[in-house]
């Protein structure tokens, strides 16, 4: 059996990579920068070096593939976000029709039902469709907020004991950790008994509000640490800095707001096949207090 993973630098893609090397199946990685791949390619997988929208070479590093793993990698340097998106589908979509693969599991979003109103989601919406056309059997994971995005915030925890986003501290959303849904990822593309057309979300261990999860965080790394909503010039020129476009910058302001007034919300009921363990409070234990704390130390 032979899986091809794209994304393998990044937090699910990697922990998908380690899940399936871990069955005993054959694994190919599809990378930018094969130099971060040492520790898996050590354990015996194949590392391809290409980018996602090159047609050629994402049909010709599948061939053979029995399973693919897809993410479409967020492009936020691009001036045309959206576009990119779908180009990157399109890559995808040729390489499963090329191919025929027999099974492909995409990580979408949490309101990538929704064809407008959501930023990036809604490219999302988008690659959905366009894979729906060239797969015969196909899982859609639909995750949350993930909880590494207070990665993000480690500086300003550990310098105002804050975290800054756009949106109100009372909005509630379903979080979850990249690592449950690389579980998930993982136990679909090594089943070769599903078929058809699926789409699950993934509501993390609760829908919790923005406040809660800085309560939390504050629980686990033993500092006062608050959620600030900042204004979405604030957030703008912020984006800015990290090397967003306009385009995208404007995008995920919409995500935001669209967020913030609950028109970005799960299609589907919580449930416990929508459910995964790890809680905030864990992951926060886990990952983030270490990190404050190495951060801290330099």
């Known amino acids: 059996m032979l899986v091809v993973v794209t994304t393998p630098t990044g937090h699910i893609g990697k922990a998908v990579a380690r899940h399936v090397l871990d069955a005993g199946v054959e694994v190919r990685l599809l990378a930018r920068y094969p130099e971060k791949l040492s520790d898996l390619a050590d354990r015996g997988a194949e590392v391809w070096q290409g980018t996602l929208d090159d047609e050629k070479f994402v049909a010709r590093v599948t061939r053979g593939a029995d399973a693919l793993f897809w993410v479409t990698p967020p492009c936020y340097d691009s001036k045309d976000l959206k576009g990119i998106q779908i180009r990157i589908g399109r890559s995808a979509a040729e390489a499963i029709r090329t191919n025929r693969i027999a099974r492909v599991v995409n990580i979408s979003s949490v309101g990538a039902h929704l064809a407008s109103g959501v930023g990036p989601i809604t490219g999302l919406h988008e690659i959905e469709r366009i894979l729906d056309e060239a797969a ?3 899982t859609h994971l639909r995750p949350g907020f ?6 993000w915030q480690l500086d300003s925890i550990c310098s105002s004991g804050s975290v800054y986003f756009p ?5 509630r959303y379903p979080m979850i950790a990249t690592r449950d849904i690389a579980r998930i990822a993982a136990d679909r593309l090594l089943d070769a008994a599903w078929t058809g057309f699926w789409v699950r979300e993934l509501h993390g261990a609760a829908e919790i509000s923005f406040d809660q999860a800085a309560a939390l965080i ?8 608050v959620h600030v909503r900042v204004s979405p010039e604030q957030a703008a020129d912020s984006m800015r800095t990290w090397g967003m476009s306009e385009n995208a910058v404007e995008l995920m302001l919409e995500l935001y707001q669209a967020l913030d007034s609950g028109l970005l919300r799960p299609a589907e009921p919580r449930s416990p096949e929508t459910t995964t363990p790890t809680t905030l409070l864990e992951f926060a234990r886990e990952v983030l207090a270490p990190r404050i704390r190495e951060t801290v130390a330099h």
């Not at 949106?167 to 909005?171: I, L, N």
């Not at 504050?218 to 640490?225: D, L, P, R, T």
């Open 167 to 171: 949106v109100a501290g009372s909005t």
């Open 218 to 225: 504050s629980e686990a790394v033993g500092v006062k640490v």
């Open 146 to 151: 993930f909880y590494e995005n207070y990665l």
């Open 136 to 138: 015969t059997n196909i």
